[in-house]
């Protein structure tokens, strides 16, 4: 039977991000200096300057970058809360369960519920830009390596489920008994997705269905090996025995 194989999926540092922006036009100006501000200090940052009509193409590409980042930041302010495109990306981060940091940048009344059931960081008129970016990353910072680890997870997920579910996109090796670690930790928060826990499992699944594939093809060279084995055995006993 034959398998399809590939060499382990290695997600580049400029294919992942610490920060999604997820923010308004009218805020542009903000979220640029801040965006400048966050990379300065060596963190890497999605901004989607274009802020065009939804399309298929559109889509896609703003829910790669969603699952390649670490966390989401949400600038919000009345034009953002009011904002569909907003109001779609957070509701696909939301779905993926992955980190959400609103920045309470210009008040909102009421504030979105799901802004409300979070700590947010809140609006400083007095504070310097430099202020603000140390505790947007204060917050990011806060189990980076996790997040970072699970943004990778749900960029293979993502792509094996946009791809008619390939063998091929799986995990194999020690990358699964990895992300078996992962999936437990993220249970235990919470954070676990459907996907995520299907794409382990079809990971888990393959690795098992290969061991055995070749367990059993090299089954008829044991079989043989043994078989000489006895017999060279038997003849020395004979030898001996003579």
Known sequence: MRHETKEPAVI??????????????QDQDFADELQQALEATGKRCWIDRQKIQHTAIWEE????????SASILFISSPDSAASDVCGWEVGYARELRKKIVPL???????????????HAIPANRDASLADTAAAVIRAVDTDLDF?????????????????????????????????????????????????EQDYVEASRAYRLQVKLTIAIS?????????????????????????
């Open 218 to 242: 090299l089954l008829p060279f044991a079989i043989v090996v043994g078989a000489w084995w006895t017999v060279d055995r038997q003849s020395r006993s004979r030898e001996l025995a003579a």
């Open 104 to 118: 309470l940048h210009r008040p909102v009344v009421p504030l979105p519920h799901w802004v409300a059931e979070i």
């Open 147 to 195: 997040q970072r680890r699970r943004a990778d997870l749900q960029t293979d997920a993502g792509k094996w489920k946009r791809e008619g579910r390939r063998k091929s996109l799986l995990r194999h090796g020690q990358d699964v008994s990895e992300a078996e670690a992962l999936i437990l930790t993220s249970r235990q928060k919470g954070e676990l997705t459907e996907l």
């Open 61 to 68: 590409e703003i829910k790669s970058a969603i699952e390649r």
């Open 12 to 25: 580049q540092d400029a294919d992942r991000f610490d920060i999604f922006f997820s923010y308004s036009r």
